[in-house]
């Protein structure tokens, strides 16, 4: 038994504080993300994942890397939410090599191999096609629409083709990335706490996040993140298996203060997921190392 998890983007979180010398108070800040009708900004989301499990014996070690480029470019703004065209302008993706071989891929790269010829195919019908991501003022996703009807298209073109996940998982990894803001004002040396349950691939966890501002110079806030994954207590889709899950993640995210968009985010995580039933137990355990890098304007 094995299962494919797809990759845990985590995260980042838009922090902006003003200091002042002396025996002045810093003040408290409302934290957004500040981008107007007609800008667009950038994320690039790069992770190498390994995964090592153990199916009745069988030992397995595998190492994929994935690279994602999103642009937004705003259309529309109301006093609640930011409204935007999305587009992925890049794929990047190295898998590991097994007994019907490896891909290496990038969309930016007309390759000669049969395989990428067909990810080419399927990948350039997707690639700049708009679908619609939505804000809310303060930065938070919430909701991504035109992506799935893209996709059907894209299958409906190329026979066998499951090419990318649609709009409900891009929302969950893109809330998950994104949707981190804290609710009150905060200054340096605050810290406050989020709760999320991911799912992914029939698995479901609990993330329990936390944030803490380190320092804040030269027009760009340092974050420090910390996350404990837990089992969510969710029923597994097969009642007869059941699923325990443990794990963590650190980094730090660098932002912009300006614009409120992120410049730079290192994050890692461990995360171990037992399968048992049917007479089975199969472990798994995930290490991934992502990278967030934003800017404002397009690739």
Same mark, same amino acid.
């Given at each position: ?83 935007? #065209? ?34 080419? #195919? ?167 190392? #992502? ?9």
């Amino acid at each position: 038994m094995r299962i494919k998890l797809l990759p845990w983007l985590t995260t980042y979180i838009l922090i902006t504080a003003c200091g002042q010398s002396g025996s002045q108070k810093t003040e408290a800040i409302s934290l957004r993300l500040s981008v107007n009708k007609g800008q667009t900004f950038s994320y690039t989301i790069s992770s190498t994942q390994e995964m090592e499990q153990d199916t009745r014996g069988a030992k397995s070690h595998i190492t994929n890397n994935l690279g994602f480029t999103y642009d937004f470019e705003v259309t529309t703004e109301t006093d609640s939410a930011i409204n935007t #065209t999305a587009r992925i302008s890049r794929i990047k993706i190295k898998t590991a090599e097994n007994e019907e071989g490896g891909v290496e891929y990038d969309s930016d790269v007309q390759q000669p191999d049969a395989i990428n010829q067909q990810l080419h #195919t399927i990948f350039s019908n997707l690639r700049d096609k708009p679908f619609e991501t939505i804000f809310s003022r303060g930065g938070n996703v919430q909701q991504v629409k035109g992506l799935s009807e893209l996709i059907k298209n894209v299958q409906a073109n190329t026979p066998g083709a499951n090419p990318m996940q649609g709009d409900e998982q891009t929302q969950q990894n893109l809330t998950q990335a994104l949707n981190l803001y804290p609710a009150q004002p905060v200054k340096t040396g605050d810290s406050w706490t989020d709760k999320d349950t991911l799912q992914s691939q029939g698995v479901s966890m609990l993330a329990d996040k936390k944030f803490r501002i380190t320092r804040i110079e030269d027009g760009t806030v340092f974050i420090k993140v910390n996350t404990s994954y837990s089992d969510s207590h969710l029923p597994a889709q097969d009642p007869r298996l059941k699923i325990e899950t443990d794990g963590s993640q650190e980094g730090t995210v660098e932002i912009d203060i300006k614009t409120g968009i992120i410049k730079k985010a290192n994050l890692k995580s461990e995360i171990y997921i037992v399968i048992s039933g049917l007479g089975q137990s199969h472990p798994v355990k995930l290490r991934e190392k #992502t990278i967030i890098e934003g800017k404002l304007g397009k690739r």
